[in-house]
T-cell receptor, first 110, second 116 residues
Framework: NAGVTQTPKFRILKIGQSMTLQCTQDMNHNYMYWYRQDPGMGLKLIYYSVGAGITDKGEVPNGYNVSRSTTEDFPLRLELAAPSQTSVYFC?????????FGDGTRLSIL | AQKITQTQPGMFVQEKEAVTLDCTYDTSDPSYGLFWYKQPSSGEMIFLIYQGSYDQQNATEGRYSLNFQKARKSANLVISASQLGDSAMYFCAMREGATGGFKTIFGAGTRLFVKA
C-alpha cells in the first residue's frame, strides 16, 4: 500500500519557469491538501479539496493553482516560479483522522 | 487571524522527565479536531494523537497525552518519560468542520531538545 506519493522529490527551477508537483493517493480518500513548509517554520495550507471536482483556497494560495479531476490525484501548479516559492511542499490526504502525508517535494527557485 | 498558536519556539527537557508542549486554538465551529504531529530531522510528518471537540475524555496514546481544556481553547501535548528519540519539531493542528470548510491548519511548531 503506497499511501500518498509525491513526485518529484527534488527540483530546481529558474525564476519564471512553471512546473507541476504531482500527488497521488491510493486510499480512496476524499480530502486532499497541499502545504508548504519554509525552513524552521510550520506548515501553511495552500489549497485543499473535499472531493473530486471541488477545490478551495487555503492560507497562502497566491502563485499556485490546483485541480482535482479524480479522487486519486491532486496536482499543484506553479505558473511563474518566484524565489519566495522556495520551500518543501507536502501533500496529504484523509477521510477519517488523521491526515496521511507524502514524503515532500523540496523545491528551489533560483 | 492566526487560529493555531504555539508559543514555545524551543523547549529543553531532561531524559526520562515529562514535558508539556503548549497549543491554543481559535474557531467558531462547534465541530473540530485537534492533532499533534512529530517531525524529526528526516522531515516526515508522524501522527501522534487526536482529540475531537466532542470527546469527553482526554486522548492518550502510549507516552503521549493531550490535555484538552475546551473552555480555554487549549490542547497541550504531554510527553511522559522523555527519550532521546523524542528530539524533533512538534506541530499542533486543527481540522475545522463545515463552518471552516473542513480545512486543517498547523501551528508554527515547537522544537524539543531532550538532554541525556
Amino acid at each position: 500500500n503506497a499511501g500518498v506519493t509525491q513526485t518529484p522529490k527534488f527540483r530546481i527551477l529558474k525564476i519564471g519557469q512553471s512546473m507541476t508537483l504531482q500527488c497521488t493517493q491510493d486510499m480512496n480518500h476524499n480530502y486532499m491538501y497541499w502545504y508548504r513548509q519554509d525552513p524552521g517554520m510550520g506548515l501553511k495550507l495552500i489549497y485543499y479539496s473535499v472531493g473530486a471536482g471541488i477545490t478551495d483556497k487555503g492560507e497562502v494560495p497566491n502563485g499556485y493553482n490546483v485541480s482535482r479531476s479524480t479522487t486519486e490525484d491532486f496536482p499543484l501548479r506553479l505558473e511563474l516560479a518566484a524565489p519566495s516559492q522556495t520551500s518543501v511542499y507536502f501533500c496529504a490526504s484523509k477521510d477519517n483522522q488523521p491526515q496521511h502525508f507524502g514524503d515532500g517535494t523540496r523545491l528551489s527557485i533560483l | 487571524a492566526q487560529k493555531i498558536t504555539q508559543t514555545q519556539p524551543g523547549m529543553f527537557v531532561q531524559e526520562k522527565e515529562a514535558v508539556t508542549l503548549d497549543c491554543t486554538y481559535d474557531t467558531s465551529d462547534p465541530s473540530y479536531g485537534l492533532f499533534w504531529y512529530k517531525q524529526p530531522s528526516s522531515g516526515e510528518m508522524i501522527f501522534l494523537i487526536y482529540q475531537g471537540s466532542y470527546d469527553q475524555q482526554n486522548a492518550t496514546e502510549g507516552r503521549y497525552s493531550l490535555n484538552f481544556q475546551k473552555a480555554r481553547k487549549s490542547a497541550n501535548l504531554v510527553i511522559s518519560a522523555s527519550q532521546l528519540g523524542d528530539s524533533a519539531m512538534y506541530f499542533c493542528a486543527m481540522r475545522e468542520g463545515a463552518t471552516g470548510g473542513f480545512k486543517t491548519i498547523f501551528g508554527a511548531g515547537t522544537r524539543l531538545f531532550v538532554k541525556a
